[in-house]
Structures are given as C-alpha cells and as structure tokens.
T-cell receptor
Framework: GAVVSQHPSWVICKSGTSVKIECRSLDFQATTMFWYRQFPKQSLMLMATSNEGSKATYEQGVEKDKFLINHASLTLSTLTVTSAHPEDSSFYIC?????????????FGPGTRLLVL | SQQGEEDPQALSIQEGENATMNCSYKTSINNLQWYRQNSGRGLVHLILIRSNEREKHSGRLRVTLDTSKKSSSLLITASRAADTASYFCATDAGGGSEKLVFGKGTKLTVNP
C-alpha cells in the first residue's frame, strides 16, 4: 500500500527558531499533499493543500508567512514553521493521495510532534 | 463549512462486545470516510462509503450512511483490545477540492 513518511518524528526547539518538517510519499508520486495540525485530544484541522510546482492553498486563518510550504517534487513537500512560538507546539500530520489506486483515500504520515520552548 | 461530529466522544467496552460510533455532517457530500488513529500516531484509512451507497462491510467493520439524515455509523464487531484507538469520520468537501473535513473523533477503549 501507499506509504507516507515524515521527518522528524519529533522536534524540540527554542522560541524564535524555524523548524522544517518533511513529508515524503515513498512508493508513489503525489501531485497534492495536505498538511494538518492536531492539538491534544482534538481533531485534525487542515492547514493547507500543497501543490507540486505551484503555490500552496492555505485554509482561512492560517498564516502563509508563518507556515511556509514547498512542494518541489512529486514525492516531497516541506512545511517550515517560521519564528516558532510556544503556541505553535502541536502535532503536524501530512497526507497524500495515490491516484494510482484511489482519488479519494488519503494516506497519512506518522506525524511530527513539535514542542517550542 | 461542513464538519463531521462524532458521538460518543468516548466509549469504553469489554473485549468481545460491539462498538458503535456515529457521525453527523452538515452539507452534501461525495463520500464519507472513517479513519483510525492510535495515540500519537498518524491516521489509517479504514473504509470509504460513497453518497450513493447505504452500507459497506470490511472484515469486522460495518459502515452505514444515511444521506437524508446526514449521518453515518461505524460498527466494530467482536472488539479486541487492539481496537483501542480514536476513530474519525471525514467528509469529502466536494467541488474538486480533494479536501477532507474531519470530525472530532470518538476515543474507543476496549478493555481486555
């Protein structure tokens, strides 16, 4: 089945620093990837849709200058949390669709836990 | 925007019992999907049901969809301790956006 990986799995950083999270589709190409954020005991909130070769589409209320998304290849999307602050601490999850098998099912990465001190 | 709402928020049962989780949504959909999340992990796709389908089975899972009531249910039969996880429904926002809107989830605990 389709496999999506994320790196790193967890990161601790100081307030004010930037953190880059990678999302890779390991055995398929993904023209579209999705970035979600999940607070403890809450649901997933879509942050943005990452489109290969073009600008990401951000959801309402998500600061595009704060959460930089780059989808430079068909297997890699990156989310950079710039000038991170403690309120950015969260669980970030990416997903991708494998159009070879389904246009509808999303395959999720294992998530990245970010703690900003 | 549409949003799935699961109930109950938490469910605790004994191994061998059946677990039923419900999901309601607000707008018309192309399909509804159920995902499972183990604590601190990513999501695993369980089953997808399209708007023109009423019931679907996959192993011990049974999903129903009532578009007139804008609701769906997930039934896990003969539950096992390994079924302990959070379960989310997600609706396809339609319109070609490919986005999924997730509900709040049901935390299921299956006691051995």
């Amino acid at each position: 089945g389709a496999v999506v990986s994320q790196h790193p799995s967890w990161v601790i950083c100081k307030s004010g620093t930037s953190v880059k999270i990678e999302c890779r589709s390991l055995d398929f190409q993904a023209t579209t990837m999705f970035w979600y954020r999940q607070f403890p005991k809450q649901s997933l909130m879509l942050m943005a849709t990452s489109n290969e070769g073009s600008k990401a589409t951000y959801e309402q209320g998500v600061e595009k200058d704060k959460f930089l998304i780059n989808h430079a290849s068909l297997t890699l999307s990156t989310l950079t949390v710039t000038s991170a602050h403690p309120e950015d601490s969260s669980f970030y999850i990416c997903s991708a669709r494998d159009f070879r098998t389904s246009r509808e099912t999303q395959y999720f990465g294992p998530g990245t836990r970010l703690l900003v001190l | 925007s549409q949003q799935g709402e699961e109930d109950p928020q938490a469910l605790s049962i004994q191994e061998g019992e059946n677990a039923t989780m419900n999901c309601s949504y607000k707008t018309s959909i192309n399909n509804l999907q159920w995902y499972r999340q183990n604590s601190g992990r990513g999501l695993v796709h369980l089953i997808l049901i399209r708007s023109n389908e009423r019931e679907k089975h996959s192993g011990r899972l049974r999903v129903t969809l009532d578009t007139s009531k804008k609701s769906s249910s997930l039934l896990i039969t003969a539950s096992r301790a390994a079924d302990t996880a959070s379960y989310f429904c997600a609706t396809d926002a339609g319109g070609g956006s490919e986005k999924l809107v997730f509900g709040k989830g049901t935390k299921l605990t299956v006691n051995p």
